[in-house]
């Protein structure tokens, strides 16, 4: 695919883990600071090198390096290789260190094609191949139902991966599939919200460096759709010819602070938001004109301010300058309305393998009562909704609610009833009212199911679970809990959402056994 990383530098993601400053004082300071006695006792010090193996990846894409039996965080190193790394920060159990050299390179190192990377924070697995980093997601995914779940893994032929863990569950065990990947793995993103800001007395537009609000300038972003790009080149020129100041993080002036873009892949409708640091935009009409003209895909203008000193992108208030309110887009046959502030799933190419899995695994045949906890903008209950009886959507957020049910209108679909609040709180609701799902689908933010849902979950007793889960370690947890209840995970799929990136989801089928 791509050229390999050399030997002899280190490439890729080595600027450190940015976490020395704590230790800072103790480093070659040659005694003049007290080293504290269980740092002194531990087998590596800060400031010395050591050769490490790297045995693994972290969950935040750092190479998981042995020095003595000690571990070190290694940014950049990947598992398989071996590295001179210099230490920049001690914790009792762990520490991290920066990569010096690389002394053996893994197969599976690429150079990152992206020419920010090292900069950005967005990206962390672009030194990997695509393939290994599909195999990295499934293992993180194994790792934490073994280590956290306690749960048997049957070994898997695609794995290749021998040691520690071994694979001595042959045979027996949970099916945890290869993760489902992309054909292709770039511009996949339907969602940009890019930073605005002044150099030498023009706009410039981008990304906040790794660990900063510093704005450094961007071309290109490759895991963005195309439209983003040249939407904000574009808003670039209009504003610089329109003299718009961009807003100052540290002194709460100028006016434009962000612009962020839609845009629809199936239906190549783009949206575009101005948010800003003030109600009035000066000379408007040109900035409407001057898009418009620039780039005929957008079916939308619009302004959203935010005058309030906070690192949260939109404020309360959003006005249309021109066109549309909404754009549109597809998740398989199902069109969902996309406006300035609703949440969208930002990956739709992938969105549609992972629905495909949570609707396979769910097994309809037409009149089962489904439940769809944690729905959202109702984009799997509308999914669902195709082939079930009757599906109920419930969703803490209000507005992603009345989303909801205007996407259920918007698809002339009557089987769906929708209610904002806890989870927890109204599917008990729903039982006392009658309600007795055949299957239950969940798809939790990071922090899990809560313990209330689980439990009403066990007593409702629906023949399928399906679990939707984008932290491997919550999952774990929570799949102990439904096995102790009397739940058989059947299977295991993973997948990449957010290719180059260190995230990874998974879907879960949980069947009955009493
Ligand atoms: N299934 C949706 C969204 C999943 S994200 C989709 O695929 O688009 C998880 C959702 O859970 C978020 O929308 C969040 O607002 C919601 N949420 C968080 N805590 C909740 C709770 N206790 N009860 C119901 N929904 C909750």
Redesign the pocket.
Known sequence: MKTKGTSGSAPGKHRGSGRSEGNRGNSNSKGKKEVPAWMAGLPVQIGQQYEAEIIGISHDGEGVGRVNGFTLFVAGALPGERALVRVEHLKKQYGYAGLVELLAVSPDRVSPDCVIYDECGGCQLQHLSYEAQLRVKRQQVVDNLVRIGKLAVAGEPTNGRTGENGDEEQGQGIVVHPTLGMTDPWRYRNKAQVPFGEERGGLIGGFYAQGSHRIIDMEACLIQHEANDEVVARVKEIGSRLGIRAYSEETGSGLLRHVVVKVGFRTGEVMVVLVTNGVVIPRVEEWVAGIREALPAVKSICHNINVRQTNVIFGDETRVLWGSEVIYDYIGEVKFAISARS???VNPVQ?EVLYGKALEYAALTGGETVV??????G??SLFLAQRAGQVYG????EE?ISDARKNAELNGMTNVHFEA????VVLPEWTRQGVRPDVIVV???RKGC?PA?LATILELRPRRVVY?S?SASTLARDLRVLVDGGYGVAEVTPVDMFPWTVHVESVVLLESKV
């Open positions: 949440f969208f799933q969105t769809d906890a944690y729905c959202g903008i984009t799997i419930v969703e803490i957020v992603a609040g806890p989870a927890e798809d939790p933010p809560d849902l939707v984008c």
